[in-house]
């Protein structure tokens, strides 16, 4: 079975900032989208970032203040979060795909992780 690894999360204050990485020894990255999504305790898993093979979306909500980046010798794909809100805290969960359709849906995506919590206090 095809396992992601998610690392990086943790407690930060407001206004911080995180590294989460995404990793595993199953699947070249390279060849896949790789996405970042997150879930809030009663909410929806919502959309956060997607690293295509050529370009890198965002979810508005984090526009200017998150990065993804990979590196592909250690196959490995990363977002970089800044100035970090409260309303943030959630289990962040990183996804790989090979399909088309929707980025943003959670469910065009194949493979994921067991999620990595991230929660920022006010």
């Known amino acids: 079975q095809v396992q992601l690894v998610e690392s990086g999360g943790g407690l930060v204050q407001a206004g911080g900032s995180l590294r989460l990485s995404c990793a595993t020894s199953?699947?070249?990255?390279?060849?896949?989208?790789v996405g970042w999504f997150r879930q809030a305790p009663g909410k929806e898993r919502e959309f956060v970032a997607a690293l295509s093979r050529l370009n890198t979306f965002y979810a508005d909500s984090v526009k200017g203040r998150s990065t993804g980046t990979r590196d592909n010798a250690k196959n490995t794909v990363y977002l970089q979060m800044n100035s970090l809100k409260p309303e943030e805290t959630a289990v962040y969960y990183c996804a790989a795909r090979s399909r088309a359709g929707d980025l943003s849906a959670p469910i065009n995506y194949d493979y994921w992780g067991q999620g990595t919590q991230v929660t920022v206090a006010s």
């Open positions: 199953a699947l070249t990255l390279s060849s896949y989208t």
